[in-house]
């Protein structure tokens, strides 16, 4: 049974979704649809170039990052559908890349990916929304780190500002670093 916190509703076309905690059994599905949700974001396509290793080795990667990094820390989000699934990073604690990461206390999502058939009907503004709420509530800061050009309005409308551009080693793509004060 979940708590009465853990549940929020997202945008009110979705009114009968709810983005809630994850738990262990949600793990394989998660994994899935941020497999499929990354399959062609220009960082994860230059770590994996070939499209049938790709397809094969993200769930697999990310049900471990799930499982091992993220879940343990209780800051994993889904949807009751699984369409979207959020991986964040609470302020304080230590997580990959933390040379890029400011060192002001904040919450860092890691990871954010909507299954491709339902993107563009507001499930990622309201998995993000539901998060940054919780940063407001709480009057901190929010970081990211993206490398598809295509989400930084998403972002932007969210109220994430780019502090950095950053060009990746060997020919990769550049990754924005974007930052959100809390609004009050």
């Known amino acids: 049974m979940k708590a009465v916190d853990d549940i929020k509703p997202l945008a009110a076309d979705w009114s009968e979704t709810l983005v809630r905690k994850a738990t262990p059994s949600d793990v394989s599905q998660m994994a899935a649809v941020l497999g499929r949700a990354m399959a ?65 206390p904040h919450y860092y999502l890691a990871l954010l990916g909507t299954d491709p058939r339902r993107q563009g009907h507001g499930i990622g503004s309201a998995m993000l929304s539901s998060q940054l709420t919780r940063c407001d509530a709480e009057g901190l800061p929010a970081y990211l780190e993206s490398s598809n050009r295509r989400n930084l309005a998403l972002y932007a409308r969210q109220g994430f500002e780019v502090i950095q551009e950053m060009k990746l080693k060997r020919r990769g793509p550049p990754t924005w670093l974007m930052w959100r004060e809390p609004q009050r």
């Open 40 to 104: 062609d974001d220009p960082g994860i396509c230059w770590m994996f170039p070939r499209s049938r290793t790709r397809g094969r080795l993200l769930p697999q990667v990310f049900a471990a990052m799930i499982r091992h990094l993220y879940l343990p820390s209780n800051e994993v989000y889904t949807t009751d559908d699984h369409a979207a699934a959020a991986l964040w990073r609470a302020p304080g604690l230590a997580g990959l890349l933390t040379a890029r990461r400011p060192r002001e």
